[in-house]
């Protein structure tokens, strides 16, 4: 079928209401939120969103990754499901739309599907992504990396978080180990709404963004070892100092990514001193630098010289050098039949639209690996994201999941 009813509207009300209710909880201490993966509070999402799904008749499926999947039937059997998804884990000092735009804008797809008494001849699976922001345990999209074959279940299930406990025992441990086989689950089509994270759609004054493309990314863990001494009574050129073959590396990754422009970053955001004392010179240090770039031959010209040039530095200082990829995927090209749905829904609706590369890795950049994929995006205030402080608006929010109703409902295709 083509597009038709531009009068029909998700409920805005009824969506801003769930991201309200959702939000209180896991709350953070500066008006966002605190619900990392596999934490209580994730579980405690993770229930209340279960209990909306039923109450809209969705039925349940959880893979071996806690992934949840819950799924609205079509007419027909043999239809393969339009997958609607996101997540709804944190960062320590997230937002409150984050990824939950997504998962519960896909919640209010179907409600308003019910609402309208509409049937549609393939299922529709609005679903949950676990552990999507790698905050906790690295890497990030990593059960939708397991879902696309990237990693292994056992590698999943190994990693970490910085008090060392493991993922698999932390998935257990909240009760949301499932059955099904992660990957197993096959897909028509899978779309992604999701907060820009950045400040181009607001800006340019547009309301939503048809993602394009989505950059690609590396996170080099590094490991740097020097040698722990007073800070006070050890001379400067007896020093074997971890920590100043951190700042040396820290300036040259900003050289290599300026070095790169137009369209390639690069920095640290996550830094861990041992001892951590202030008259202690370092004897390790780990950091992670994040690199992304749309464009592959800078994504990886720019990942070897970083490594390169960091073991040249270390040396230089008598440090020794680790470093471990805990994060990567390719630059992905969305499906160009689903984004032209997008574009043609948001023109339909009377919607101001552009194009517009994400920036941040989302989940769907694992499922274009499986199956057409695209995403929308709407403005948030400022650009400003993985902040308490993160902010959209009632009627953003709704433009949007307008946008992904329409979108969605084409592909799942209408049974008149």
């Known amino acids: 079928m083509t597009l038709s009813g531009e009068n029909m509207r998700i409920n805005g009300d009824r969506l801003w209401e769930s991201l309200m209710d959702m939000a ?8 966002g939120n605190n619900r990392q993966t596999l934490t209580d509070a994730d579980k405690q999402g993770r229930e209340l969103f279960q209990r909306w799904c039923e ?15 819950m799924t609205r039937p079509g007419t027909d059997p043999g239809a393969l499901p339009v997958y609607v998804g996101s997540h709804l884990d944190t960062q320590p000092t997230g937002g409150k739309y984050d990824g939950v735009l997504g998962v519960l804008s896909g919640l209010e797809v179907v409600r308003t599907l019910n609402d309208l008494n509409i049937r549609t001849r393939h299922p529709i699976v609005v679903t949950n992504w676990t552990n999507e922001e790698g905050a906790r345990f690295a890497p990030a999209m990593m059960a939708s990396g397991v879902f ?11 990693r970490t978080d910085m008090e060392g406990k493991s993922f698999g025992d932390e998935l257990k441990r909240i009760g949301w180990v499932g059955g099904e086989e992660v990957g197993a ?18 800006a340019e004054d547009k309301q939503i963004g048809v993602v394009t493309h989505c950059q690609g990314l590396w996170w080099l863990e590094f490991t740097l070892t020097g040698k722990e001494a007073h800070t006070g009574s050890t001379p400067m050129a007896m020093r074997v100092n971890a920590g100043l073959a951190m700042a040396r590396i820290l300036e ?23 001892p951590n004392s202030r008259n202690v010179l370092p004897g390790t240090v780990v950091f992670t630098v994040d690199i992304r ?3 592959q031959h800078k994504l990886d010209t720019m990942r070897a010289t970083i490594e390169a040039r960091a073991a040249e530095i270390a040396a230089g200082l008598g440090v020794g050098c680790a470093v ?37 890795g989302h989940d769907a950049c694992w499922a274009a690996k499986m199956a057409p994929a695209t995403m929308i995006m709407c403005p948030c205030v400022d650009g400003l994201s ?31």
Do not use: C
């Open 24 to 31: 209180r909880i896991g709350p953070g201490i500066a008006g």
């Open 55 to 69: 109450e809209a008749g969705l039925s349940m499926g959880v893979d071996k990754m806690g992934t949840m999947f």
């Open 148 to 158: 696309a074959g990237a990693h292994s279940l056992d590698y999943a299930y190994g």
């Open 185 to 202: 689950r096959k897909m028509h089509a899978y779309f992604e709404y999701h907060i820009e994270q950045g400040p181009i759609l607001e």
């Open 252 to 274: 040259m990754v900003q050289e290599v990514a300026m070095a790169n422009q137009p369209g390639a970053v690069g920095g640290v955001g996550q830094v861990k001193f041992s």
């Open 293 to 295: 770039t749309p464009d």
């Open 324 to 360: 471990e990829a805990v994060g990567h995927f390719d630059p992905v090209t969305f499906d160009p039949t689903l984004v032209g749905r997008v574009r043609a829904a948001a023109e339909k609706l009377g919607y101001s639209h552009m194009n517009i590369i994400s920036g941040a």
């Open 386 to 416: 993985h902040n308490e402080a993160e902010d959209i608006s009632r009627e953003w929010a709704s433009a949007g999941a307008d946008v992904l109703f329409h979108a969605v409902l084409e592909t799942a295709e209408m049974v008149e």
